[in-house]
């Protein structure tokens, strides 16, 4: 099981869009500097995180009042995958190892994403946490997705970037949690002590 952003795709885009580029048209909208607004915004975001709010486009959105689908839209030319993560993708196939894309990403922002680079077409099953109604940061969402997807959390493998996503996994009985290191190609990697952890993908090849 493969998160998405951060595992697959560079999460640089979406730093970018939450860091930098929504910011700085919420603080024009607002007459504000963009310190401020950062400022602001980062502790709605952190009221947020492990919800499903933090990963719907349509609660953000509303509450800035901004078309923050269309924003991402307008960059979509930055999404990309992290590197070797297609070819990890592709081996994976071709030795017919089942794959399950399990993201919080909102199916808007997936579906730009697989329009853009078609990742889809690698896994046996896409699973996001809006179906489910929870999110990867709760033991209800891990409960829901072994019911639909019929998995066996002693014999799989779960890689994310996520810390929280990645212990609320391993607690459900998830045997082999593997974190990413570097989810964002224009940031250092980071440090995880509580898991397995490689900087990319395809040194699990």
Not at 7 to 21: F, G, K, Q, R
Not at 126 to 148: I, M, N, P
Request: aromatic share 10%.
């Amino acid at each position: 099981m493969l998160d998405m952003d951060g595992t697959i795709l560079d999460l640089a885009y979406d730093n970018y869009m939450w860091m930098t580029h929504v910011p700085s048209l919420w603080a024009e909208q607002n007459n504000m500097s963009l310190d401020e607004a950062r400022h602001y915004l980062l502790g709605k975001f952190g009221e947020a995180q492990g919800d499903l709010r933090w990963y719907c486009l349509d609660h953000w959105s509303e509450h800035l009042g901004l078309d923050v689908y269309q924003l991402h839209r307008d960059n979509h030319h930055l999404i990309g995958f992290l590197p070797g993560a297609r070819e990890f993708l592709e081996r994976m196939r071709d030795a017919h190892v089942r794959l399950l894309l399990v993201t919080n990403s909102h199916r808007n922002t997936l579906d730009l994403k697989q329009e853009v680079t078609g990742l889809i077409e690698f896994f046996d099953g896409v699973h996001v946490s809006h179906d489910y109604g929870y999110a990867k940061e709760r033991q209800e969402f891990w409960q829901a997705l072994q019911e639909d997807a019929d998995f066996d959390p002693a014999t799989t493998m779960f890689v994310d970037d996520n810390h929280a996503v990645l212990t609320s996994a391993a607690t459900y009985g998830v045997r082999h949690p593997v974190a990413v290191s570097r989810p964002d190609t224009s940031r250092p990697a980071n440090e995880h002590t509580d898991f397995v952890s490689v900087e990319g993908i395809s040194e699990l090849a």
